[in-house]
């Protein structure tokens, strides 16, 4: 059975697009699905796999592809798309860029006309679930204003297979982090927390094998695995890695793959925690396998090193007025709400520069 069902419902297989995608089109009634994609959905033969499983009854439009810069120009865009054309399902393929335009494009339609989501994730930056974040729209809603969650979620490991290894590494380090920042999080919710241990004992077993090992198979699952786990974990909150990796996208720092800059804010954040967390980080490096439970940020660090991604923010070449930018911002998201740790502006402005 690849079927799972925690807050709503997941494929999860080898191979399940084709059986899953007509079964969840037929679930919500639709036969005009909107198809959109990012720049993570790969080349041509993600998109044919997905028309090819599309049920013969089916109408689909094609959206042009997304990237952050032009999301906000888009959104109307693709609003009066899904418009003129009928569109009764929307279906995101590829990574977290797409999962949150769909969110917030569902979320502007009228209740009586809502589309119903079904994402496709193909790398494992996201897979649908968790805050929703786009720079340059309203991305930061109260929560009860948060568009609805997907009705439907098809993790097919093969998607993600050919994902370039820097993308796979910064992308893998971030959910890594999620899991790690969820289970910090205020909120008091024990399955969610051991929903997020295991995501972070599968992402030290395969993260670094996923991206030293071409095409590995088995361990592309597990990583979707952790994606996932961070997503349906995410409903406790996330922390202050997670507010300044949202404050440098927003101030268009982060050029490239969404998430390579976690290794660098991660351990001055666990190292301000600290004093706030009690026993968890020993249950992080237990979980990590790291040799050394009092010191889970050099254990992440290290890691991150050994992946490839920047151990600063140094390339950023940042200056007192960004600085102070990306501390406002940081301390007003959403984040910092479930940090374990009060932040204030100063107190990010402080961590931004030790990870510089």
Not at 178 to 202: H, K, Q, S
């Amino acid at each position: 059975m690849s079927l799972i069902t925690f807050l709503t419902r997941v494929h999860f297989a080898d191979g399940v697009l084709e059986d899953a995608l007509p079964e969840a089109l037929l679930r919500v009634s639709s036969s005009r699905p909107l198809l959109l994609m990012d720049e993570d959905a790969g080349l041509g033969a993600v998109l044919d796999r997905v028309h090819d499983a599309l049920p013969a009854t089916c109408t689909p439009t094609d959206f042009p592809k997304l990237n952050d810069q032009d999301a906000a120009s888009r959104l109307q865009a693709a609003g009066e798309v899904l418009r003129l054309a009928g569109c009764d399902s929307v279906v995101c393929i590829g990574g977290k860029t797409v999962m949150d335009f769909g969110r917030l494009l569902a979320g502007k339609s009228e209740p009586s006309r809502r589309p119903a989501i079904i994402t496709v994730p193909t790398t494992v930056s996201s897979v649908g679930l968790g805050p929703v974040h786009m720079p340059g729209l309203t991305q930061r809603l109260p929560q009860r204003k948060q568009p609805e969650l997907p009705a439907a979620i098809l993790c097919d490991p093969t998607m993600t297979l050919g994902t370039p290894k820097d993308v796979l590494a910064a992308h893998g380090f971030k959910a890594l982090v999620n899991c790690v920042e969820a289970f910090l999080a205020t909120a008091y919710n024990p399955p969610a927390d051991g929903i997020a241990l295991e995501g972070m004992r599968r992402s030290g077993l395969y993260l670094e094998r996923a991206v030293f090992e071409d095409n590995d198979l088995n361990a592309h699952r597990e990583l979707l695995a952790v994606a996932l786990n961070a997503g349906l974990a995410a409903q406790k909150g996330f922390g202050g890695a997670e507010a300044l990796a949202r404050a440098t996208q927003d101030e268009g720092l982060e050029t490239g793959t969404y998430g390579r800059f976690y290794p660098a804010v991660v351990p001055p954040v666990l190292a301000f925690n600290a004093p706030a967390v009690g026993e968890r980080y020993a249950l992080i490096s237990r979980a990590l396998e790291f040799p050394d439970e009092s010191n889970v940020a050099d254990g992440l660090s290290q890691m991150g090193r050994r992946l490839g991604l920047p151990g600063r923010l140094a390339s950023l070449h940042l200056n007192e007025d960004q600085l102070d930018s990306l501390a406002r911002r940081a301390a007003a998201d959403p984040a910092n709400l479930t940090n374990p740790r009060h932040a204030t502006h100063d107190d990010y402005r402080d961590l931004l520069r030790q990870a510089l």
